[in-house]
């Protein structure tokens, strides 16, 4: 199982906190860092970094981790920007960029900005066109593109990735985002789920990549869970009760959540045997995540968690 490290600088924080936690990563032996990629929090302004421009810094002041967005929107950028960007990264990394790509979905961010977010179908066409589009600027399909909404002309787009540069296509939908994982996709990642719900989506993405001539084993899958966890059931009791206080909840209450959801929690060995469930269902990443700025992130925790998990 791989583990990846996964931050959410909307909610707050600099470059400089950033780059503090990517080089904790990275020391402490995780395969990625993840960033996502909002300029809110939901209603919310703060310092809120720009995801792609913050990578690009990492690419350079890192040496082994992979660097990842999850997800870009695409009513962000232009196909074309995503593609010349994402080569760029994969250059300036030594080709460690890894890049998601999502429809977008914060209402409240668009409108504060000012960018357009068409309605869902809509969106998901343009996701169609989106990856259809970079594949084809990043050397994967030939001939150019041409669709409804975004046209590329038959040009090799230079500088290529050094090698194939994995896409990430991420989202709860049971049905397109799965489907169009299984068409695109190097990685399919989503949130922490119980076990039907998980092997429903992994059933869609599977269909899709045979019906594409894929091999379906060829898309990792991957999941993002808070860590709520203790080296003993004390240290557990004690995270368990100041993560619910700040979700104003019950212990008992946030417990039970954590448990349908099957995100990690408990003790090391029990978050252990959920980290088993997900392997057995084919999960081969698992992003632990943290929704808070980024300044209030103990670097001693991100390792901590890592050796208490990865045994």
Partial sequence: MEFG????????????????????AENAGYTAFARSDHYLAGENSVAATDAL???????????????TVLVTPLTFRHPGVIAKTATTLDEMSGGRFELG????????????????????????SLLFETLAYIHAATGRSSGGFVGRHFRLEDIEVLPQPATR?????????KQRTPSIAGRFADEYNMFASNAEELSARLDVMVSSATEMDRDPGEVKVSIMSSAIIGEDEAEYREALAAAASERDKEPDELEAILAERRMLHGTYEQAAAIIDD???????????QHFAPLGEIDPEEVTRHFRGLSG
């Fill in 5 to 24: 490290l996964m931050v959410e600088p909307q909610m707050g924080g600099t470059y400089a906190e950033l780059l503090n936690l990517a080089r904790a």
């Fill in 53 to 67: 421009t913050t990578i690009a810094g990492l690419a350079r002041e890192t040496d082994t981790i992979k660097l």
């Fill in 101 to 124: 790509v999502g429809t977008g979905w914060m209402e409240s961010e668009h409108r504060a900005f000012g960018i357009a977010l068409p309605e869902m179908r809509a969106r998901f």
């Fill in 165 to 173: 540069l994995p896409i990430i296509i991420g989202g709860m939908g």
């Fill in 278 to 288: 997900y392997r057995r269902q084919g999960v081969g990443r698992i992003y632990i």
